[in-house]
């Protein structure tokens, strides 16, 4: 594996004692209690996990905007979430039902859902979906809908085929002439993985404390956390 260039962003200075090194699991070795990270990365890479029975799921955002936010947020503390993130922003792509409420509530307390849905284009008696929810698969999308096809549940489907390779991705349906093929894809998003949801509980730890905190707390503890790593550096 080779990391990216920005990666050099996670461990920058780590030799300049900016964070707490602690044995490694047989003490053989040292390694770092936290990465001195230079951004809020805690926000941009999906976090999801259960440990000492709790549970966090932390939705990922776009760099720019987290970047703008936490800029923002150094000049006046409680800059205002929304002017910045419009949406959490998954590396699989798919469109987000945005519904404001639902946003803000995530926004300002961490906790909170949204559904998630594939992208699709319809080419002649083929439908096909590219972008699929985070949470969900390439296969497990292809063995629903080949276990409604099989049970009867959808009649309309003709074939079924897996695109995904090196300079493609997604899933081919080849339909029958006569398919009202938009009135199929909304019953695949109510039927299939094809929309999913993806609930958020932002329960982090902090000092050592397990805290859920919205994405204007996070902000503010992290500014703090690297705010000390550079006082140590």
Known sequence: VKLAEIANELFRDIDKDTVDMIENYDGTLYEPRLLPVTFPSILVNTSSGTAVGMASSIAPFNLNEIIDYTIAVIQKADAEVKDYL??????????????????????STGKGSFKIRSTYR?????????????????????????????????????????IYGIHTKGIEITVKNSTNKELLVEKLFKMTPLQDTFACNFNLIVNGRPQTLGINKIIQAWIAFRGNAIKRG
Do not use: C, R, W
């Not at 419009?86 to 926004?107: L, S, V």
């Open 86 to 107: 419009q949406a959490p922003d998954f590396p699989t792509g798919g469109n987000i039902i945005y519904h404001e409420k639902e946003m803000q509530q995530i926004y």
């Open 122 to 162: 319809i080419e002649g008696n083929s439908i096909i979906f590219e972008e699929i929810p985070y949470t969900t698969t390439f296969e497990a999308i292809i063995e629903k809908i080949g276990l409604l096809v099989k049970e009867g549940k959808i009649k309309d489907i003709v074939d079924i085929d897996d």
